[in-house]
């Protein structure tokens, strides 16, 4: 190694640049606790400290920052969803993202790809009508599209998809992209630091202590803290959190997988779903195939993975691109996904006075993160739920009134 390089390399003058500050020690209290140093975990800390000044915040992480399903999605953005409360939620996520490398300083690789849901059948077929015309409705430009409008965007797919299941046509989502998951969980947790907040990794929160109906502190590995205020933000960890505090949810938590192939010259622009085929595919600015499918079809809190989840998979991606059958694969995962009944998130103030949570992410929260940032962060600041986050409330499954997203989730379930 030249020597040149080396003096540099040990140089006290340039140490290694480091994203956020590691604190040795918890302090004896917090103005707010988050639980889980996901995406949404941190950028509600981030908007805490940014919006609201409020920074005598610490987000406490069991492991390492991102790396649960935040480092693991497959990273779709859009906002064509099903109902008027997910459309217009998804739609505010949708233009926070535009702002958000600069917000950062930091290169997200948001790319714009235009997000196509196949139809193999005419009752599909009325889903992307009915999807299209509620996404206008609220000025999110969706169109449903017939075969030849797919094939001249998609001319490598076989449109019969070897004879099982010809396609009919399509919602076409233009806004539809994909980013960066780990840049996404750095500048959040980047910007948070800078503007006071202290993130804790290697820090299991467990237990909640509570006194008279509201929060007193959390118990962590590392010892006690008081706070009045505790987000829950953990993901396929929500029934473990809740049981301590008592409260109880319809999640249940199911493995999603995904995997990825060699990198290859790029063929494809537009992300493609189809939910009839359980396959989902983009192609990243690297060239790889980031692919997937359906849940697993049963509980289970672990994040194996599965040669018949392989298999599946990969026989319906050669249905849909069969020149792809000599292509190689070159990583496969899962996470821990939290199922809702309708496939919406439980957000907001909860019956424990100064228990917040955002949970119910299931196969969806990526896209979300900025704004349950900003929804999340307005929530803990005043008390009182954000009006987006309205049809997400967790006494909904209570009173029967559920906001229906299955139409819309990304892939089969
Ligand atoms: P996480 O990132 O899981 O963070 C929760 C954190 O809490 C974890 O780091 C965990 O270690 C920590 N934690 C748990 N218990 C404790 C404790 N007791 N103490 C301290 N810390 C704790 N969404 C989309 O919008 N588009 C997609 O394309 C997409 N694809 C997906 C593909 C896959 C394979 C998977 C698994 C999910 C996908 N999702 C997608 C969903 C999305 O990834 C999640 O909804 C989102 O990442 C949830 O973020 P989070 O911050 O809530 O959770
Ligand atoms: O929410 O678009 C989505 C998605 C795609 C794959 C998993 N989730």
Not at 16 to 44: Q, S, W
Not at 112 to 121: M, Q, V, W
Request: proline share 5%; aromatic share 8%.
């Amino acid at each position: 190694m030249p020597h040149r390089l080396l003096r540099f390399g040990l140089s006290r003058k340039h140490p290694e640049p480091r994203m956020f500050t590691r604190h040795e020690n918890l302090k004896p209290a917090y103005d707010v606790v988050i639980i889980g140093a996901g995406g949404h975990g941190l950028a509600c800390a981030y908007y805490l400290a940014r919006d609201h000044g409020i920074r005598n915040v610490a987000v406490l992480e069991r492991g390492y920052l991102g790396g649960g399903n935040t480092g693991r999605n497959t990273t779709i953005i859009r906002s064509n969803y099903l109902t008027p409360e997910g459309v217009k939620f998804y739609d505010e996520s949708v233009r926070l993202w535009q702002d958000l490398a600069v917000d950062f300083d930091l290169n997200l690789f948001y790319s714009t790809r235009g997000h196509f849901t196949l139809a193999h059948t005419d009752s599909a077929m009325r889903t992307m009508r009915w999807r299209a015309e509620v996404n206008k409705h609220f000025g999110v430009r969706s169109e449903a599209v017939d075969a030849a409008f797919v094939k001249r965007a998609i001319p490598m797919m076989d449109m019969q998809c070897a004879g099982h299941a010809p396609i009919v046509g399509a919602l076409f989502h233009e806004p539809g992209a994909i980013a960066r998951h780990d840049a996404v969980a750095w500048g959040y947790g980047r910007g948070a630091d800078r503007r006071g907040v202290e993130i804790h990794q290697q820090c299991e929160v467990t237990g909640i202590r509570t006194r008279g109906g509201r929060v007193e502190g959390v118990d962590t590995t590392r010892g006690p803290i008081a706070t009045q205020r505790v987000l829950c933000a953990v993901a396929g960890f929500t029934p473990r959190l809740l049981d301590m505090v008592g409260l109880h949810t319809p999640i249940s938590i199911h493995p999603l997988q995904a995997m990825v192939s060699e990198p290859l010259k790029p063929w494809l622009d537009p992300i493609i779903v189809s939910g009839s085929l359980h396959v989902y595919v983009s192609q990243t600015a690297r060239g790889e195939l980031v692919m997937g499918a359906s849940l697993d079809p049963y509980e289970l809190h672990s994040t194996r993975s599965t040669l018949e989840f392989a298999e599946g998979l990969a026989s319906h991606m050669i249905d849909l691109f069969p020149f792809l059958g000599e292509v190689k694969v070159n990583r496969q995962w899962a996470g821990l996904a939290d199922m809702t009944p309708d496939f919406a998130p439980i957000m907001g103030t909860t019956p424990l006075e100064g228990f917040f949570l955002d949970a119910g992410w299931g196969t969806w929260g990526f896209k979300a993160m900025p704004v349950c940032g900003k929804t999340m962060s307005h929530t803990v600041a005043t008390g009182r739920n954000h009006a987006l986050i309205e049809g997400f409330a967790i006494d909904r499954f209570e009173h029967y009134r559920l906001t229906g997203e299955k139409g819309a989730a990304s892939v089969g379930h």
